[in-house]
């Protein structure tokens, strides 16, 4: 069974940082996209960005909303994917979620969904 | 203001037919990028609905279909019933922004 658990969220004050975790299983991590996508209070989703797989080049790609305050990382070791938030502003608070970037079915896996999620990390900038 | 256009609010009765659309354009639907579908029951993670356009998960009801023409994107629902209340987002990939875009959400209301 294929499960993304997040852990990292928490309050902080504006400015702040805050490290986000997502620990995968029940697939191959190291050979899979990754994505984070934010939920604010009575919004909609909003995609932050995505983490290649190593295969596919490693690079990470960013919604342009995030202009370098936030950072994408992988640990193949732990099959961890991390969101480094820094200069928390109060409109950053949200759900965070992790999401897997393929679903699998029977009759086999497909890229560019986001077929799994994890059960999300609220985040809350207030001061 | 989200890339992707849908409805906000949508409704039918028990057993009734509702559609719901999601308008993009050259730079995402329209570039034959797929279009997935995403339901929320309140207090929940999203959940996948409906892949590459017109595929169910499993345990997804065929009740429940995507299509896809153009710049644009609907999923139907037939049969309605009382649990299908909740909010619903369409999501694709736009080349522009080199990144995945979702609609605004539509809320689902069963009457």
């Known amino acids: 069974e294929i499960q993304l658990v997040e852990s990292g969220g928490g309050f902080v004050k504006p400015g702040g940082s805050l490290r986000l975790s997502c620990k995968g299983s029940g697939f191959s991590f190291p050979n899979v996209w990754m994505s984070w996508v934010r939920q604010s209070a009575g919004k909609g989703l909003e995609w932050i960005g995505r983490?290649?797989?190593?295969?596919?080049?490693?690079?990470?790609d960013y919604a342009v909303f995030v202009q370098g305050r936030f950072i994408i990382s992988r640990d193949e070791s732990t099959n961890t994917l991390s969101l480094q938030m820094d200069s928390l502003k109060p409109e950053d608070s949200a759900v965070y979620y992790c999401t897997t970037d393929f679903y699998c079915s029977n009759e086999g896996c497909y890229a560019g969904t986001l077929g799994y999620w994890g059960q999300g990390a609220l985040v809350t900038v207030s001061s | 203001q989200s890339v992707l256009t849908q409805p906000p609010s949508v409704s039918g009765a028990p057993g009734q037919r509702v559609t719901i659309s999601c308008t993009g354009s050259s730079s995402n639907i329209g570039s034959n990028y797929d279009v997935h579908w995403y339901q929320q029951l309140p207090g929940t993670a999203p959940k996948l609905l409906i892949y590459?356009?017109?595929n169910r998960p499993s345990g997804v009801p065929d009740r429940f279909s995507g299509s896809k023409s153009g710049t644009s994107a609907s999923l139907a629902i037939t049969g309605l019933q009382p649990e299908d209340e909740s909010l619903f987002y369409c999501q694709s990939f736009d080349s522009v922004l080199n990144g995945v875009v979702f609609g605004g959400g539509t809320n689902l209301t069963v009457l």
């Open positions: 590459t356009n017109t």
């Open positions: 983490s290649k797989s190593e295969t596919d080049g490693g690079t990470i």
